[in-house]
């Protein structure tokens, strides 16, 4: 137990933890709404299902062009003052949610959010990498994780309880927090210093691209999203239109997911040190794959509490996946990462997600309202496939990143990154 206590303390800068923070408080919001969007476009504002699930994947399409621009644009002028930029469209789109009655009102919403999360994922994973060492890294995104799922968690069990009054005031709340998140940013986290100008930098995209390994690694990724973390967003409407699981007993699936990674993600993080990366992805595609294949037992034999005790084990079996993909994918990123471009380099991992989430929600949805029960198999199939392509690509990776850094003793930030945290 003193060793489970100990693997929950991260150790990690001021600077890091501030951010942190700040994620969690935007974090919070998103919970809020995100299991809880599909039904309010669906069952309250009358849009088709299909429909419904082609404006989620909007927010992701739209990033899939925006993510590139701002992740060149990070590499100028930096993760702090693009993060600040993302924060402001994804406070308008949010928002603009709230006031949806027709199918374009959620598209135009759908796609300014897609704006501000195309801008969001590198700029703040450039900030990261960035206030850390390589060593601390893995922790610094496991670290992220959790408070990212605390914040979905929390927000998602409050979210139920909201949405039964009104769903626009989710919406509204969820946009008070961009605001909260960007005022934490802008006052108390610095912009780390750059060992070498950024006018001095050279390279583009095209040199991105020509990174096969990097590259295979974003397919293996961007698969895994697809049927793996995108069916997120169709497994409410599974749950209330064929299980019969109210919008409270959705929020308290989604914090038992949080649960899960909340106790697990630094525990694995901490057990992953020295071990090979590509492995744990293979096992990653086990542990979704049978997650989903738990679903649809609850809607085709079961209803009411069993089908949210059914519905509970998978959520939770999928947030300990969760923790083995957090344990991995980001700091394999930055390890891979040339650093002169590192903003490129994220804005690229960032898109592989895009990707995942502008196919799965939709693809997720139209199976949905054809063949509740394919959805799940087909889902379970893709996270199978996905990870043994990780297992593949593991013999083109460079030697000393096939496996999480050890760290030997408390991890000590370098001197530029202490000099960046005084003040100006």
């Known amino acids: 137990m003193k060793g489970y206590l ?48 082609l404006v989620l994947g909007t927010n992701a399409a739209v ?12 590499d100028r002028v930096g993760g702090k003052r693009m993060l600040t930029v993302a924060l402001g469209f994804l406070m308008l789109g949010i928002g603009g949610y709230a006031f949806v009655e027709t199918a374009w009102h959620g598209f135009l919403a759908a796609a300014i959010v897609g704006i501000g999360n195309g801008a969001f994922w590198p700029s703040q994973s450039t900030l990261l990498s960035g206030l850390a060492t390589r060593e601390q890294r893995p922790t610094v995104f496991a670290m992220q994780r959790v408070t990212m ?34 005022s934490v940013l802008w006052v108390f986290v610095p912009e780390p210093r750059q060992p070498t100008a950024r006018a001095e930098r050279s390279g583009s995209y095209r040199d991105v691209f020509r990174h096969r390994v990097f590259m295979g690694l974003m397919v293996v990724n961007a698969l895994f ?23 409270s007993g959705i929020g308290q699936l989604f914090f038992i997911n ?21 492995t744990f992805l293979a096992l990653l595609g086990l542990v ?21 005790v059914l519905l509970a084990v998978a959520i939770a079996l999928f947030g300990a996946g969760e923790c083995l993909h957090g344990a991995v994918q980001a ?9 002169s471009m590192i903003g490129r380099y994220m804005a690229i991992s960032a898109l592989s997600w895009q990707v995942g989430f502008t196919i799965g929600p939709a693809a997720g949805a139209a199976l949905l309202d ?18 043994a392509a990780a297992l593949a690509l593991e013999r083109g990776l460079p030697e000393n990143v096939r496996r999480t850094p050890h760290v030997s003793a408390p991890a000590r930030a370098p001197v530029a990154i202490i000099d960046a945290a005084l003040p100006e």
């Open 149 to 182: 799922n605390l914040g979905i968690g929390i927000g998602g069990l409050a979210g139920g309880l909201i949405a039964a009054e009104s769903f626009r005031a989710l919406f509204l709340l969820d946009a008070l927090t961009f605001v909260g998140f960007a």
């Open 225 to 247: 999203i697809a049927a793996g973390m995108a069916q997120l967003e169709v497994l409410p409407a599974y749950a209330k239109n064929e299980a019969g699981i109210g919008e």
């Open 6 to 53: 100990r693997s929950l303390h991260p150790e990690l800068p001021r600077s890091v933890q501030t951010l942190q923070l700040g994620g969690l408080l935007n974090a919070l919001g998103n919970g809020l709404v995100f299991p809880f969007t599909l039904i309010y476009l669906h069952n309250e504002r009358g849009i088709d299902l299909a429909t419904a699930g």
């Open 258 to 278: 949080t649960l899960a990674v909340v106790l697990l993600q630094l525990p694995v993080a901490r057990f992953a040190r020295g071990h090979r990366r590509m």
């Open 370 to 387: 054809t063949s509740p029960t394919s959805l799940w198999i087909i889902a379970a199939a893709g996270c199978l496939l996905a990870g």
């Open 288 to 308: 979704w794959a049978g997650s989903w294949l738990l679903v649809p037992a609850s809607g085709l034999w079961l209803s009411g509490g069993s089908a949210f």
């Open 63 to 74: 990033s899939l062009v925006a993510g590139p621009i701002a992740g060149a644009f990070v």
């Open 331 to 339: 700091p394999l990123v930055a390890d891979l990462a040339d650093h």
